[in-house]
């Protein structure tokens, strides 16, 4: 399959602990990008990556998310010391640079903080 | 900020019947998505537009786009149950390639 892959799919845990997503973008697209998605929602741009350049980490929504895509190919999500606020669904999408730039999304990583 | 608003929210149909879906923006953008979202699933793309006047269409799904009123429509022609979803229009603000994503229209075709 050659689509945008993330991981794990679905994660539990307790609140104030660490977790990590995945994602791994469609193999020739330099374009990376997070979003986030609650229940009833549009989905919520949190950053992109351009190769291995984070261009865009305003929207992070604290200081307690990350991202990074050190190769300029898969990223990862961090979320520390989690709160129950923090339940969503993580989504990743990818691009090309230039032309329609078309985002292409994975299947998601639902969180749920108890 | 750029808002992208989407009517309406919710929207029950017989089968057969023909409806609209409108997105509505704030600010200046020539480019605009709609996305089509399954429960528990991700998003689809269905139509990219890129420019004043662009109309695509596939199957009983045509979307257009007039970026001098900031609306761009989602036509739904002989709805069928399959149509079920939750539609998504999304902005991209420009230059930017942030997309900036409407509320949604949850969609339920009746049989």
């Known amino acids: 399959d050659t689509g945008v892959s993330q991981n794990p799919r679905h994660k539990i845990t307790k609140r104030g602990q660490n977790v990590t997503f995945r994602c791994d973008p469609i193999?020739?697209?330099?374009?990376l990008y997070w979003y986030r998605q609650t229940l009833g929602q549009g989905p919520e741009f949190l950053t992109y990556?351009?190769?291995?350049?984070?261009?865009?980490k305003s929207r992070l929504l604290s200081d307690r998310f990350s991202a990074e895509r050190p190769k300029g190919s898969f990223s990862t999500l961090e979320i520390q010391r989690t709160e129950q606020g923090d339940s969503a669904m993580y989504l990743c999408?990818?691009?090309?640079?230039?032309?329609?730039?078309?985002?292409?999304f994975g299947e998601g990583s639902r969180l749920t903080v108890l | 900020e750029l808002k992208v608003e989407q009517n309406p929210l919710f929207l029950s149909m017989q089968e057969g019947k023909n409806y609209t879906i409108y997105c509505n923006y704030s600010?200046?953008?020539?480019?605009l998505y709609w996305y089509r979202q399954d429960p528990g699933k991700s998003l689809e793309s269905l139509f990219v537009?890129?420019?004043?006047?662009a109309v695509k269409q596939e199957g009983r799904l045509m979307a257009s786009l007039d970026t001098k009123a900031r609306l761009s429509t989602l036509h739904i022609t002989a709805a069928v149950h399959d149509l079920s979803a939750t539609y998504f229009c999304?902005?991209?603000?420009?230059?930017?390639?942030?997309?900036?994503f409407g509320t949604g229209t949850r969609l339920k075709v009746l049989a």
């Open positions: 600010t200046t953008s020539d480019r």
């Open positions: 999304a902005v991209d603000l420009s230059g930017t390639y942030k997309y900036i």
């Open positions: 193999s020739e697209h330099n374009r």
């Open positions: 537009l890129l420019s004043n006047g």
């Open positions: 990556f351009q190769n291995e350049a984070q261009l865009e």
């Open positions: 999408a990818s691009s090309l640079a230039g032309g329609t730039a078309d985002q292409f």
